[in-house]
């Protein structure tokens, strides 16, 4: 069975251009949920859906970031303009329900020269 | 004051060994509670979920103690393929939300 897939696995990219990450999650799973992590920080939830619609967006950092389910398997997140302080790996990971395991993609490492 | 804490350790014990380590939380709310293993540039993985009255899974040992708001996980035996993050989370059913601590970093040594 396919898990949760992200592209670009990698990217590289200059201060101020635009980043879109993608995810699909597995097929079934009503919850989404992005998360950023950095060595300093660690994990930090940036938002999550449940059936398709943004629940909590408080982890967001700012503006500049901002995401979307525009159905069941399918999710972006886009930061314009993006900042060095923005280099991460972000993950994606859905979930069949509340308080149940997250299944993670493999990751969007990103760079911001 | 973090939601979820855990020593980052690293910890450093050589193979074979016994190795324990605790995690945290300030919500005397959190319903359900789970390890994660993470290994080096790769996604977090469920190690186990973390049941009231303790739980098992072969060398793995996972405890919550609701009164003073901990939980630990213990590794007998410690093999090689151990060595990884090991991510302490916490979930809060009012507000469904997810937590992930920090870390522990468990290093093995032949």
């Known amino acids: 069975d396919a898990g949760v897939i992200q592209s670009p696995r990698h990217e590289v990219t200059e201060m101020g251009q635009e980043v879109t990450l993608r995810c699909k999650p597995i097929s079934g799973h009503n919850s989404l949920f992005w998360y950023r992590q950095t060595m300093m920080r660690g994990l930090e939830l940036l938002i999550y859906?449940?059936?398709?619609?943004?629940?909590?967006d408080s982890g967001m950092p700012e503006d500049r970031f901002s995401a979307k389910m525009p159905n069941a398997s399918f999710s972006t997140l886009k930061i314009q303009p993006s900042e060095p302080r923005d280099s991460a790996v972000y993950f994606c990971a859905s979930s069949p329900g509340t308080n149940r395991e997250l299944f993670f993609g493999e990751g969007s490492r990103l760079t911001v020269l | 004051r973090k939601e979820v804490e855990q020593d980052p350790g690293p910890f450093n014990v050589p193979e074979g060994a016994t190795v324990a380590f605790n995690c945290t939380y300030s919500n005397s709310a959190s319903q359900s509670f789970f390890w994660y293993r993470q290994d080096c540039r790769k996604e977090p993985k469920l190690l186990m979920s973390v049941y009231s009255s303790g739980n098992e899974d072969g060398r793995f040992t996972a405890q919550l103690n609701r009164a003073s708001q901990y939980i630990s996980l213990l590794i007998r035996d410690s093999k090689l393929s151990d060595s990884a993050t090991y991510l302490c989370?916490?979930?809060?059913?009012?507000?469904?939300?997810?937590?992930f601590g920090s870390g522990t970093r468990l290093s093995i040594r032949p």
């Open positions: 989370v916490v979930t809060h059913s009012s507000a469904s939300k997810i937590i």
């Open positions: 859906f449940n059936n398709n619609v943004p629940i909590d």
